[in-house]
């Protein structure tokens, strides 16, 4: 089992920036893909950003391109998702995942409990 928690979530302007922070512990981490999804209200929960275990490989969602950045600290067994030019489309809980690419990008094996962004006009 690997267990995940969110944090950095909240309530920011649009066109400012967040960023969300993930910290893996249980089982080991190691060899893990890591990504980040997310579900706004009313909608079915989407893919965000994928970040292989050695940051080599990384994959972005459409939507998030050229605003969101994904990295990783394995020494601190954490994933980051930097987000600038927020939107209020991105407005959504964001869930940390894991798991191995690229299944990640479609069904990860792990899910954490979500963080809410929330983003005012």
């Known amino acids: 089992q690997v267990q995940l928690v969110e944090s950095g979530g909240g309530l920011v302007q649009a066109g400012g920036s967040l960023r969300l922070s993930c910290a893996a512990s249980?089982?080991?981490?190691?060899?893990?893909?890591m990504g980040w999804f997310r579900q706004a209200p009313g909608k079915e929960r989407e893919f965000v950003a994928a970040i292989s275990w050695s940051g080599g490989r990384t994959n972005n969602a459409d939507s998030v391109k050229g605003r969101f950045t994904i990295s990783r600290d394995n020494a601190k067994n954490t994933v980051y998702l930097q987000m600038n030019s927020l939107k209020p489309e991105d407005t959504a809980v964001y869930y940390c995942?894991?798991?191995?690419?690229?299944?990640?990008?479609?069904?990860?094996?792990?899910w954490g409990q979500g963080t809410q962004v929330t983003v005012s006009t």
């Open positions: 995942a894991a798991g191995n690419y690229p299944q990640i990008l479609i069904f990860p094996d792990y």
């Open positions: 249980g089982r080991t981490f190691s060899g893990y893909a």
